[in-house]
Each structure stands twice: as structure tokens, then as C-alpha cells.
């Protein structure tokens, strides 16, 4: 297209003023009502496999169902032919300003009010949507419209999502913008209005800080940063009560996320007023009773209590230290005291068992007592239960002396057990370990637990699990063994360590490692 280009014998446009994927925005002349309109023409040539018509009329009919101070206002949409080919446009109003992305670029940083009045504005055009069973999916500075008047517009919804309605794009492909995109979008986990309010958290971040949350070259860290990380610490100049409204807007999980955007932009307003807003904080903050009890506390308590985990530190008000109940006092000596004691006496036996001249690996004599042997082997394997009831430790050694001593020679270790045995040294049925080495077989796509026991069954008794990051949909189970370490088929020593690296969802809670 060019400029001086009349379309639908109207609009005649002047210059382009914005562009992005599917198309590009001319200021333009509507000569039939003499006004300044804004006309999107759809690209030519894009791929047809992801429905650019369709979705551009999508698009349309989104911001024509929308109103509110922060949405853009549609006049027409319509197609005719140009030639060898078909001119798609949409004509909506012409908003006069710049896009957050310009305005941060030319300031770097936001003020706080400032920031918040945004997010406030655009939080509550937002809600307008989802009320609708609309959500954005790609919130961004650029997609803020900053107006003359200083108001905010939300634009470009060429990629939203209607919550009852059937896609436009694979449902294992994910859309968005990575510095903003949430942690539901990247696991393909359902899309709500709440991954709006998450990307509406991350522009914030960045109009407070100059970088969006997660900043990084490599967009495989910045993916990471969104499903595990929290962001570096705010300024040391943001209030408490705005940082509050970042962070919880910023939390991984949906459903501890603001309720809706409408409550965003009541708390991004108090927060302006120095109130911690009125609502239930997130998870890392204390909720209150009810409103009335949040705006009775005192300053200090929600400073305190609604510590956002990316904020730098907040000195409390002085407290008395805290006491450690009397009663529990003799009760952590004794157990210092037992443990002590337990391991003196474990040191004691094993000293006696090396320095004795007759304690080598021949037979034990009839009818010497080889108590010691058994203790150390015990003591060694279960020093915890040795420390917690040493009278019991004790007594089953005699019992323990009265067994047979004829197969004592098939230990060639001394009366010593491999490591992790817990069993009487004459209950003893463990296979001995292997010497030399072997193949290390593929554990992959198995638990940790899994992997551990394939390999032990093979020989290789040395195995340690590790977390590895990885990014893959549909994400794997919780302790899905993803690499290893010697890689499958290598050659190994059966007394090397074998390292598996595992998925994790932190939403578990279980730990994976051996």
C-alpha cells in the first residue's frame, strides 16, 4: 500500500504508524465524515495455515464489542480487491500519543503513581473483556496506548482468546510476547483473564524498574524465569503497598493472582494512597480478618506481613526476641546429651574392633564373643536410633552374640556392611557389589525412584538425582527423568556415580531426590 491509497472509496491513507505481524496501522482520512481515523490493513502473503483473515475479523468484532474509557472505538471493517489480490482493513479510532513502550524507551522509568494509574486504567479495560469471555494473551508495553490526554488504551486483540469458542491457532502453540507471557500460556495449561492481569504485572515491573522481570538474551532463561524464578528486587524507592500489587499480579499460580481485573485497579489506586489494599494479599502475606480489620492495622503490620519476596528488605519495628519455651530446655540437653554419648561409645567400639590383634579375617575362636563386630556394624547403619534408645541398642547385642559364628567367614570385610544395610550382620542376604563395570542402560522417561532401581539392579550402586530445566509441552511428570549422566550405552564403573536429571513442578511438593 501506498500513501494517498483510497480504500473503500473513503478512506484515503496518509502515513504508517504502526506495524507489528499481521499488519500495519496508517493514519488515514475519512473524507466521507471528515475525521482523522486510524485504518489496519491486513499484510499480504501471510500463511494461511494460521488464519490471518480470520483472525483479523476476529479482531474486529472483539474491539467492536467492547466499550470503556480504555478500549478503542470501531467504525468499519470490510475487504475489496486490488488487483491480483484482496485489501483486508479495519477503521478504528485514532488515538493521539505514543505506546508505553515508546514512552518507557524515552524515560526508561515510571514514577510509582504513575505506574499505577497505567495498570489501574488498563486493568479495568481488561475486565471489560473478560467479562465478555475475552482474553488478550499478548499484554505488552507496546500494546498500551498512552493517549494526549494521558489515558490508556488497550489495543490489538488480534490474538485473543474467546473462552467459548473454538481456536484459531494449534493448541500446542504458545502465543504471547516472552518478557510478559504467564507460566499458564508456556505450560498450555488453560488461558484465563488471570494470564492478562500476570502480563499486565510484568509491564508494570518494568515501568518500575526499566526491564521487564525476567531479562535475558536467552529466551530459554527467560522461560525458566516465568516457571520457577521470582523477579530481582524492585527499586529500593517503590512503596511496599505498590510492590504488593506487583507481586502478587506476578504469582505462578492462577488462582493466587488478583480475583479480577476490576480488583487490580481498586488496589492499584489505594496503593497509590499508601493503604495496603483491602483485599486478600497472596500467599506469602497474612490475610486479615476482613477489609475493615486491613485498614485498622497499624503502618507497620502490612509492611511487615505483605513483604513481596522480589522487594529489598524492609526493617521491621524492634520486638523482643523470641523465647524458647522452658520445658523443651531439658528435654534438647538430654537429647544432646544421649546423641553425644551414642557417638562416643559408636567411636569407642570401631577403635577397639581395628586395634584388636585377634580381629582379623580368620574364624572367630569358639566361644569368643563377637559383640563388637555386631555393635559397630549397627551402630554405624542406624545412629539416629542408637542415639534415641541406647539401653535398646545395647541389650540386642548379647542376642545378637548367641548366633551361630560358623558362617562368620564368608565376610571378607571384617564384620563390615555395605553402606545402607540396617539389617543384623547375620540377617545379612544383600548381593556384594560388583567389580569392574558395564553399559549404563537408558533410565529416561522413569521416576528418579525408577532409575535408581533399574540401575542398582544392573550393578551400578552409586546413583544421585539432580533437577534439570527443561521446557516441553505437554510438560512430563513430577520426577520424570529427562537426562543422564553417562549418556545410555556408555561404558561405566559400577562404584561411579550415575547422575539423572528430573522435571519438577514446584506445585508438587514431593521431593525427587535419593
Given amino acids: 500500500m501506498d ?7 473513503r478512506y484515503r491513507l496518509d502515513r504508517v504508524i504502526a506495524s507489528g505481524g499481521m499488519g500495519a496501522v496508517w493514519r488515514a482520512e475519512d473524507e466521507r465524515l471528515d475525521r482523522t481515523v486510524a485504518v489496519k490493513v491486513l499484510h499480504a502473503g501471510l500463511d494461511g495455515s494460521q488464519r490471518p483473515r480470520d483472525r483479523f475479523e476476529r479482531e ?46 524515552r524515560e526508561e522509568r515510571l514514577d510509582p503513581a504513575r ?71 508456556l505450560r498450555d495449561k488453560g488461558v484465563t483473564g488471570a494470564s492478562d492481569l500476570y502480563s499486565l504485572g510484568a509491564v508494570a515491573y518494568e515501568c518500575l524498574t526499566g526491564t521487564p522481570p525476567f531479562d535475558a538474551a536467552d ?7 516465568h516457571l520457577y524464578s521470582e523477579p530481582p528486587a524492585l527499586p529500593a524507592d517503590v512503596p511496599v503497598e505498590v510492590a504488593v500489587v506487583v507481586s502478587r499480579s506476578l504469582s505462578k ?17 489505594a496503593a497509590t494512597t499508601g493503604r495496603h489494599p483491602a483485599v486478600t494479599p497472596p500467599a506469602f502475606a497474612s490475610a486479615p480478618a476482613d477489609a475493615n480489620a486491613a485498614e485498622a492495622r497499624t503502618p507497620d503490620v502490612p509492611l511487615q506481613a505483605a513483604q513481596p519476596p522480589f522487594m529489598p528488605p524492609v526493617t521491621p519495628p524492634s520486638q523482643p526476641a523470641a523465647v524458647e519455651p522452658p520445658a523443651e530446655d531439658p528435654r534438647r540437653r538430654r537429647r544432646l ?33 563377637d559383640t563388637s563386630p555386631t555393635l559397630s556394624a549397627s551402630t554405624s547403619a542406624s545412629g539416629s536410633a542408637a542415639a534415641q534408645e541406647p539401653s535398646s541398642s545395647a541389650s540386642a547385642s548379647p542376642a545378637e552374640s548367641e548366633a551361630p559364628t560358623e558362617e562368620e567367614p564368608e565376610d571378607d570385610g571384617g564384620g563390615s556392611e555395605p553402606e545402607g544395610n540396617t539389617g543384623g550382620g547375620n540377617e545379612d542376604e544383600d548381593e556384594p557389589l560388583k567389580e569392574g563395570g558395564g553399559p549404563v542402560p537408558d533410565v529416561r522417561g522413569g521416576t528418579t525412584f525408577d532409575a535408581r532401581d533399574q540401575l542398582n539392579g544392573e550393578g551400578f550402586a552409586n546413583v544421585v538425582a539432580q533437577v534439570g530445566y527443561y521446557y516441553i509441552v505437554p510438560e512430563p511428570e513430577h520426577c520424570t527423568v ?20 528430573f522435571h519438577e513442578r514446584t506445585a508438587e511438593g514431593t521431593s525427587c531426590l535419593l
Wanted: proline share 5%; glycine share 10%.
Fill in 219 to 225: 529466551p530459554a532463561a527467560v522461560i525458566h524465569g
Fill in 253 to 269: 499460580s492462577p488462582e493466587e493472582r488478583w480475583e479480577s481485573g476490576d480488583v487490580l485497579a481498586a488496589a492499584a489506586r
Fill in 60 to 105: 474486529a468484532k472483539t474491539l467492536a464489542s467492547l466499550k470503556g474509557p480504555g478500549c478503542v472505538e470501531v467504525y468499519d471493517f470490510g475487504e475489496e480487491p486490488d488487483g491480483d489480490r484482496t485489501v483486508v482493513y479495519l477503521v478504528m479510532e485514532l488515538v493521539d500519543g505514543v505506546s508505553l513502550a515508546e514512552l518507557l524507551h
Fill in 3 to 9: 500513501s494517498g491509497t483510497l480504500i473503500a472509496g
Fill in 337 to 369: 546429651v544421649l546423641i553425644g554419648l551414642a557417638a562416643v561409645l559408636a567411636l569407642t567400639v570401631i577403635a577397639v574392633v581395628a586395634l584388636n590383634p585377634f580381629s582379623g579375617d580368620g574364624k572367630v575362636a569358639d566361644g569368643e564373643d
Fill in 482 to 501: 529427562i537426562d543422564q549422566s553417562p549418556a545410555a550405552g556408555e561404558t561405566a564403573d559400577y562404584s561411579g556415580q550415575i547422575t539423572v536429571y
Fill in 115 to 185: 505506574t499505577m494509574r497505567i495498570v489501574a486504567e488498563a486493568a479495568e479495560a481488561l475486565a471489560a473483556a473478560h467479562r465478555r469471555g475475552i482474553v488478550h494473551r499478548d499484554i505488552k508495553p507496546g500494546n498500551l496506548l498512552i493517549d494526549a490526554d494521558d489515558r490508556v488504551k488497550v489495543v490489538d486483540f488480534g490474538i485473543s482468546l474467546f473462552a467459548n469458542r473454538s481456536r484459531l491457532t494449534p493448541s500446542d502453540q504458545v502465543l504471547g510476547t516472552a518478557p510478559y507471557v504467564s507460566p499458564e500460556q
